[in-house]
């Protein structure tokens, strides 16, 4: 390991916070550069109308990342509105952005209990059960097969856990799929992926996985045991990814705990990656510069645990800018004066923040994907 983790909780305070200018150099450098140094990705959640109208996002964009995916475009809600009529404009101008600037690209996401299309659920309850497996893999069939050769990896399901709904296996109860075909709708997924992109790195992704809370305790629990189960049958899963929103101010973190946590998964031979990094800042100090420092610290404390991991391949934050995080509409993370939520590594006028440097130090600190440090 490049460092002793902290071994009880890592409070903020316990995170040495990033002092006032401490890393601040100006740096044309982009997070990519300092990512392949290692043979790492960074990347960003992108939206193709930022990219066709904003200047300056899309020139983050080409600088700071060598990878992308699509915030919302091959959501299945946006990319099928109506049955068979597909929509994959906002996507292919995605794809064709990463591809002209030397990138590689996510695909996000082919099977999810929400985000589908209106006609999509009423259509999966009528159904029989052929039918059933037609509506879902047919998504899988079509969007794989537009963007084979151009997506090296996919989120094939997504967010299958919610023990709070009450299941003993800590599975999603209120899943559509779950509901019409239990549990094998992920085996289902995962082979069909398999056979129409064999050269695409296969992803189950989930949230809640990071931090030290009986939630997060709960959420580890049962990915474990779906693994158990799923490569048990055989399912072709390549990797995991771990979605990354963390809550400093709700829920604390142990950085031992979650570098265990990470040694189990690649224990299983599975590859990984921080998928949707962000922090959410509702409820730390009213003063945004103090508060862009906590932040940064404990963005430091988790990727210094992420990257010490040699099966993490990739970091993504969920955006790139303040300015468009979802953090600052969502109920739960808004602040309620309006202020922008700042868990981003550009502010709301694209600079760069202490968040930022933590992530370029991290990278810079971390040992060559498939070989560890040692203290």
């Not at 930022?50 to 091959?74: G, M």
């Not at 990797?239 to 400093?248: F, V």
């Amino acid at each position: 390991m490049r460092r002793e983790f902290l071994t009880g909780a890592a409070t903020l305070a316990a995170c040495s916070p990033i002092p006032p200018g401490a890393a601040r150099a100006v740096s044309r450098e982009g997070l990519a550069d300092h990512a392949r140094q290692s043979g790492r990705y960074f990347g960003a959640a992108v939206k193709s109308r930022l990219l066709r109208e904003d200047r300056a996002y899309r020139a983050a964009a080409a600088r700071e990342c060598n990878i992308l995916v699509q915030e919302y475009e091959l959501k299945r809600k946006t990319a099928e509105p109506k049955p068979g009529r597909y929509d994959f404009k906002g996507a292919d101008e995605i794809i064709d952005f990463a591809q002209q600037h030397g990138m590689r690209a996510r695909g996000h996401t082919l099977v999810w209990y929400t985000a589908n299309p209106t006609w999509l659920e009423p259509a999966v309850e009528r159904a029989g059960k052929a039918e059933q497996r037609r509506l879902m893999t047919s998504y899988i069939d079509v969007a794989m097969r537009r963007y084979a050769g151009r997506i090296s990896e996919w989120d094939v399901v997504n967010e299958t856990l919610e023990p709070n709904q009450g299941r003993a296996d800590g599975m999603r109860a209120e899943n559509l799929w779950m509901k019409a075909m239990g549990e094998h709708y992920i085996d289902l997924a995962f082979h069909r992926a398999r056979e129409v992109d064999g050269d695409a790195t296969l992803f189950l992704g989930d949230y809640g996985l990071e931090h030290d809370s009986p939630r997060c305790e709960r959420r580890r629990t049962a990915m474990l045991k779906l693994l158990d189960r799923l490569l048990g049958r055989g399912v072709p899963i390549d990797a995991i990814g771990i979605q990354g929103h963390l809550k400093p101010y709700k829920e604390p973190f142990k950085q031992r705990q979650f570098a265990d946590f990470l040694d189990t998964l690649s224990g299983y031979g599975l590859k990984l990656a921080i998928t949707e990094l962000d922090i959410a800042d509702r409820g730390g100090p009213p003063n945004p510069e103090k508060r862009d420092r906590e932040v940064a610290a404990f963005g430091k404390a988790f990727l210094d645990v992420a990257l010490d991991n040699p099966a993490v391949e990739s970091v993504l934050c969920w955006g790139i800018s303040d300015q468009y995080s979802w953090l600052s509409n969502y109920p739960e993370y808004k602040w309620p004066d309006g202020q922008l939520s700042r868990g981003l590594p550009f502010d709301g006028k694209m600079a760069r923040k202490p968040f930022w440097d933590a992530i370029a130090g991290a990278f810079d600190a971390a040992p060559p994907v498939g070989r560890r440090n040692r203290a």
